[in-house]
């Protein structure tokens, strides 16, 4: 497949539309992680500061709407269209940014949940700029095209890069305006240039509820919401949670690293920098881990990369490491969560091919909910023992689980779908 088909065939504008609203609408959706430190200073100037539990809810929040949304938007694409579903999200986003800024002064706890809330619209983007985009094209070119319109995962990275000088800079509220502002451009670009596809192209197969209860019985269903929900989960919680653990766990030693070696005095900028660092390991990963997949099956790859994800996480726990030393073993954690996800979606096709846009659904939105309960555990974590091994155990142990769970159905799924798959399970 050469990138030249993509113009032969489908619809390229609709396909760029796809990507920049999806890349667009995770930056936006990942914003309060890297925020997170300055706006509870902020807070704490007007006599109000979040423990570690409302630091971790108001991380979690983002990633629990936007759970759930995803199965909702992916209705409401079915009924009304994507393009439809995409311009109201996008405005909702649009239109809390822009709120958070102009109330960003006397800002309170309970409006920045709305905020939260608000922000879990641009995170359901999945659901609907890959549908959109995917619609246009062939079932040759679906890999590719899901692949190009699914990149906007790299926007958390952005966010980690830029945030937190942009907040050093000109304040934490600026990063809400050019979001803001950002994210109507993105509209518009969207508006003019995404189309449905016609009739002609793609015959609408509207998925009800009917259709998610009866995968819902599945078992083979909740295992995969099992690995998804540790993969993605564990990524998408330590992208939003990863400046809060670097600042309350090496911030004087970022400060001196930063003074020595980047000529940077600004530790939470340095700890966005490295944030983006290790994130950037999770997103770029993916599809190679996908390709890995292929080459020696899913089930193998997933052994590989969780039991490496088992290794790390009992050294963070339990080793006391200097900076450079975590920042390494938390990059090679986003690593491996970003092959695991790769790994389990290329077993999925394979088990649901005929039911793929509802099992997409269902297993993004287990992926939220980890990630919720990563968020939450690691906040509990801090809050009640000043530290996160307790955090980095139990995400090992559930692990551990997953693991577990592919060795209880690993014989079963070779000798009966994956017998007939045509692929490597």
């Known amino acids: 497949?050469?990138?030249?088909?993509?113009?032969?065939?489908?619809?390229?504008?609709?396909?760029?539309?796809?990507?920049?609203?999806?890349?667009?609408?995770?930056?936006?959706?990942?914003?309060?992680?890297?925020?997170?430190?300055?706006?509870?200073?902020s807070l704490a100037s007007r006599g109000f500061a979040m423990n570690d539990d409302q630091t971790a809810t108001l991380l979690a929040v983002p990633v629990l709407a936007g759970a759930i949304l995803r199965l909702v938007l992916g209705v409401f694409v079915d009924k009304f269209g994507p393009k439809k579903t995409a311009l109201v999200s996008q405005m909702i986003v649009v239109a809390t940014l822009f709120y958070g800024y102009l109330t960003a002064e006397t800002i309170t706890y309970d409006q920045l949940l709305l905020i939260a809330l608000g922000l879990g619209f641009a995170g359901a983007s999945f659901a609907v700029a890959l549908p959109q985009a995917g619609q246009w094209y062939p079932p040759r070119l679906q890999g590719a095209v899901l692949g190009i319109a699914g990149a906007g995962n790299i926007g958390v990275v952005i966010d980690f890069l830029f945030a937190p000088k942009i907040a050093e800079v000109w304040g934490w509220p600026s990063v809400f305006l050019i979001g803001g502002a950002l994210s109507f451009i993105i509209l518009i670009v969207y508006m003019f240039?995404?189309?449905?596809?016609?009739?002609?192209?793609?015959?609408?197969?509207?998925?009800?509820?009917?259709?998610?209860?009866?995968?819902?019985?599945d078992r083979d269903t909740w295992w995969f919401n099992l690995f998804y929900a540790v993969s993605f989960g564990g990524f998408i919680g330590f992208a939003n949670y990863m400046k809060v653990y670097l600042m309350n766990t090496y911030e004087p030693e970022m400060s001196v690293f930063g003074m020595d070696v980047m000529n940077e005095g600004n530790?939470?900028?340095?700890?966005?920098?490295?944030?983006?660092?290790?994130?950037?390991?999770?997103?770029?990963?993916?599809?190679?881990?996908?390709?890995?997949?292929?080459?020696?099956?899913?089930?193998?790859s997933l052994y590989v990369f969780y039991g490496s994800i088992i290794v790390l996480t009992f050294i963070s726990a339990f080793v006391s490491l200097p900076f450079w030393a975590a920042i390494v073993v938390m990059f090679l954690i986003m690593a491996n969560l970003g092959m695991a996800n790769g790994s389990v979606f290329q077993l999925v096709p394979q088990r649901f091919g005929k039911d793929i846009g509802v099992m997409t659904g269902l297993i993004g939105m287990a992926g939220g909910l980890g990630g919720t309960a990563?968020?939450?555990?690691?906040?509990?974590?801090?809050?009640?023992?000043?530290?996160?091994?307790?955090?980095?155990?139990?995400?090992?142990?559930?692990?551990?689980?997953?693991?577990?769970?592919?060795?209880?159905?690993?014989?079963?799924?070779?000798?009966?779908?994956?017998?007939?798959?045509?692929?490597?399970?």
């Open 267 to 300: 530790v939470k900028v340095i700890a966005g920098y490295f944030g983006a660092l290790c994130i950037f390991a999770g997103a770029l990963l993916r599809p190679v881990g996908g390709a890995i997949a292929d080459k020696m099956g899913g089930i193998k």
């Open 374 to 425: 990563f968020i939450k555990t690691f906040g509990w974590s801090q809050g009640a023992f000043d530290g996160y091994a307790a955090g980095f155990i139990i995400f090992a142990v559930i692990t551990m689980v997953a693991i577990s769970g592919i060795s209880l159905v690993k014989t079963r799924w070779r000798t009966t779908w994956g017998a007939v798959s045509g692929a490597k399970i």
């Open 1 to 41: 497949m050469k990138l030249g088909d993509l113009k032969k065939e489908g619809h390229w504008q609709t396909l760029l539309a796809s990507f920049l609203y999806f890349d667009f609408s995770f930056m936006m959706w990942t914003m309060l992680g890297p925020l997170a430190t300055e706006i509870n200073e």
């Open 193 to 217: 240039l995404a189309k449905d596809a016609p009739a002609s192209v793609y015959k609408p197969n509207p998925k009800k509820l009917g259709d998610y209860l009866k995968l819902m019985r």
